[in-house]
């Protein structure tokens, strides 16, 4: 079992609609959760990190955490062409962070 | 501050040369790091430091070596180059503990032929 999985293929929304993004983890142990948001041939970005159970919210982007269900998302309201990109999830756990694959979003104008 | 600085920004390498890939960054972080992303692919962990003088192994050491002499610098050398290390690379920091945000450098990409 991979540490973290992102299991979806790309995500195409019409623009100004919700786009949501799912995270398992394998680490029951992991402490700190995070979204990062990476443009084609540039570095990961932080978006939202998470660190307890509940709901985070941060402008458009809402992050939802479920320890007991080992289960991380993100919500992007109000897309927008900008907010195409590869959205990567990461875990803490046992001194690493641990990245899943990646899911790509296409906003569509 | 600059950030998270990285050179070069690319590079082709024959296989069996050798090269280091320079990190630096000015925010006085204590934990720096060196991945690696294949297309397609997460983020690897190659090796990762706590502080100057203190390195150890990440998930993928394998063919590379690192040394932190400062606070700043954080080098991560290739010794014998092989096309399996062809990849994106991406060194990072992260402050005051290690499950804290990581903040990236804009990465090196090698081609090893």
């Known amino acids: 079992q991979k540490e973290v999985e992102q299991n979806s293929g790309p995500l195409s929304v019409p623009e100004g609609a919700i786009a949501s993004l799912n995270c398992t983890y394998s680490?029951?142990?992991?402490?700190?959760f995070f979204w990062y948001r990476q443009y084609s041939g540039k570095s990961p970005e932080l978006i939202m990190s998470?660190?307890?159970?509940g709901d985070k919210e941060d402008g458009r982007f809402t992050a939802q955490l479920n320890k007991a269900s080992q289960y991380v998302s993100l919500l992007i309201r109000d897309s927008q062409p900008s907010d195409s990109a590869t959205y990567l999830c990461?875990?803490?756990?046992?001194?690493?962070?641990?990245f899943g694959k990646g899911n790509q979003v296409v906003v569509i104008p | 501050n600059a950030g998270v600085t990285q050179t070069p920004k690319f590079r082709i390498l024959k296989i069996g040369q050798s090269m280091t890939l320079q990190c630096a960054q000015d925010?006085?972080?204590?934990?720096m790091y060196w991945y690696r992303q294949d297309p397609g692919m997460g983020l690897k962990l190659i090796y990762y430091s706590v502080g100057a003088g203190i390195t150890d192994k990440g998930e993928v050491p394998n063919g590379y070596n690192v040394s932190r002499s400062t606070t700043e610098d954080f080098p991560l050398r290739l010794e014998l180059a092989a096309p399996s290390q062809t990849s994106v690379y991406f060194c990072?920091?992260?402050?005051?503990?290690?499950?804290?945000?990581?903040?990236f450098g804009p990465g090196t990409r090698l081609l090893v032929l």
């Open positions: 680490d029951r142990g992991s402490q700190s």
């Open positions: 990072a920091s992260s402050y005051p503990r290690q499950e804290e945000t990581q903040y």
């Open positions: 990461a875990a803490y756990g046992n001194n690493r962070l641990a």
């Open positions: 925010m006085n972080h204590n934990y």
């Open positions: 998470i660190y307890s159970n």
